[in-house]
């Protein structure tokens, strides 16, 4: 089968783990797989050239939310000149698929992990059996005018990540993503790898698709999952031999899980691979002694998220239980062990009021971090937020899943666009403080 996977971005210097790991997938299993990454730039002439030259049999989209709009264009191109069947899988799809199933250009969605139930799906494909029947996948079909939708069930998560074939790095412009000097995940430069040493994060923070996905995968296996010490290491040496790579930056959602396989690969690291490396971290597992042997390893930079400074507001709106106190105790813990920080937070969530933000500020300032991070709450659907934004009629129905303007994206009572404006120029010059400091 010949597969098209599409990761919309305005960026050109992108790279989709999902996309890599669903097209490692296919080609292991013999699939031949063409991945697009659209910059924004390309045309519906584009998408027709393709259809021409390649000829895919399945077209597939991969859809955060803030990517919806666009990939309904491009689904809209893609149909205009073919009548290939297009599949959209991701954390959109996942949370509203009834919604995504509504546009006509899109015949199926994928719900959450999609590594096994494509490959089931383009078997299927190729030996003309029923589409209907696929664990994650959801079809439909048209007949006199009526819409039905055929709803499965999800299969087991993936236990063993080993078993997984390792990220098709070569179907991306990887000389531009090594190459080009600019900010990755967490830190500004060129020749930096992203990886991954997991799935899935244990909480359920109120803002976070994680969340979302915890639920929905109640009783379908271990949620939080770690490949194995030694199946990393293998491919940290393969990538360090095969790319001129200055730093590992890990994408895991939640990278130190598990004090025990923390130790381990921290031994392992040092040993066998030694460049430096960052991750997403929470603030709990900062102790002096974890973090003196990932310093030990090689650990240059952990980010952690601050999110709001009123730790009863944390904890209630955000069920966030970590305290200030964690807070403080980690980022003076990474300080004296020589780990740099970054510190991630979101402004203008529901019920926040400017004051409360100042107060993010100020927990801020006592942290500080090495770069500090803010960005607008954006109501992610399928979570518990934008729910509570829908009930109090917070959102505005045309910006309902567009996230990437810098607008104030919820209206309420406590906090109005110009409130938002001041405490974000508050917050930008703390952030050019840090700047200065850390040059
Ligand atoms: C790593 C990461 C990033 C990286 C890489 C992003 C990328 N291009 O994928 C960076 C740091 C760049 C990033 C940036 C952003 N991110 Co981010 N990120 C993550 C994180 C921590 C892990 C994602 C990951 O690697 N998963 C592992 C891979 C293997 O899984 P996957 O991509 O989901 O793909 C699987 C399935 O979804 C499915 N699938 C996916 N696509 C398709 C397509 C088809 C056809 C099929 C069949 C299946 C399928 O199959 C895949 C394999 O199982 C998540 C998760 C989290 N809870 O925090 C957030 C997350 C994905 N990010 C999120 C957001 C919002 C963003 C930003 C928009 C933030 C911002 N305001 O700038 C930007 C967007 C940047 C961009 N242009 O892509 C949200 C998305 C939620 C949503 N509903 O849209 C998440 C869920 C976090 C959250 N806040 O809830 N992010
Ligand atoms: S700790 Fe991070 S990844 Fe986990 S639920 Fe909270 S925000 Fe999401």
Not at 375 to 380: G, S, T, V, Y
């Amino acid at each position: 089968m010949k597969v098209t996977l599409v990761h919309w971005s305005r960026g050109d210097r992108e790279f989709h783990p999902g996309v890599a790991a669903l097209s490692a997938m296919l080609k292991k299993h013999g699939h031949d797989v063409k991945v697009i990454v659209d910059d924004d730039r390309m045309t519906p002439d584009d998408y027709a050239e393709h259809l021409n030259t390649f000829a895919p049999d399945l077209f597939g989209f991969t859809c955060m939310s803030f990517q919806w709009k666009p990939v309904q264009e491009r689904a809209g191109w893609v149909k205009a000149s073919s009548d290939v069947p297009i599949i959209v899988g991701g954390y959109h799809p996942t949370a509203v698929p009834d919604k995504c199933l509504e546009d006509p250009s899109i015949d199926m969605i994928c719900l959450g992990e999609g590594d096994f139930a494509i490959l089931e799906l383009c078997a299927k494909m190729e030996s003309g059996e029923s589409l209907t029947e696929i664990e994650n996948i959801w079809t439909k079909s048209v007949a006199g005018g009526e819409t039905t939708i055929h709803r499965t069930n999800l299969r087991p998560l993936v236990q063993d990540l080993d078993e997984l074939p390792l990220w098709d790095r070569d179907s991306f412009d990887m000389d531009r993503l090594l190459n080009d000097v600019g900010k990755l995940a967490l830190v500004w430069g060129n020749e930096i790898m992203p990886v991954y040493a997991g799935r899935g994060c244990p909480y359920a923070c109120t803002f976070c698709a994680n969340s979302a996905w915890l639920m929905m995968y109640r009783g379908k296996g271990r949620f939080t999952r770690k490949r194995s010490v030694d199946n990393i290491i293998d491919e940290l040496i393969y990538l360090k031999d095969r790319y001129r790579i200055k730093r590992f930056e890990f994408w895991d959602e939640m990278f130190a899980l598990g004090t025990g396989w923390l130790i381990d690969f921290a031994e392992k690291y040092q040993e066998k691979v030694g460049l430096p490396w960052t991750g997403f971290v929470r603030a709990e597992i900062c102790t002096l002694d974890i973090l003196q042997r990932l310093k030990a390893a090689n650990c240059q930079i952990l980010a952690m998220g601050v999110e709001a400074g009123n730790e009863e507001f944390r904890r209630r709106h955000l069920k966030k239980r970590t305290t200030d106190k964690i807070l403080i105790e980690a980022f003076d813990n990474c300080r004296e062990v020589g780990i740099e920080t970054v510190a991630s937070n979101i402004i203008g969530l529901p019920y926040e009021t400017p004051d409360l933000v100042r107060e993010t500020i100020a927990l801020n300032r006592r942290l500080d971090p090495h770069a500090l991070y803010f960005f607008h709450f954006a109501p992610l659907p399928g979570t518990e937020l934008y729910d509570i934004c829908q009930k109090e009629g917070y959102l505005d129905a045309d910006q309902e899943y567009w996230y990437e303007s810098a607008d104030n994206l919820i209206y309420q009572p406590t906090m109005n666009e110009d409130d938002l404006q001041e405490v974000w120029m508050e917050f930008r010059s703390l952030q050019r403080e840090i700047e200065k400091k850390y040059e």
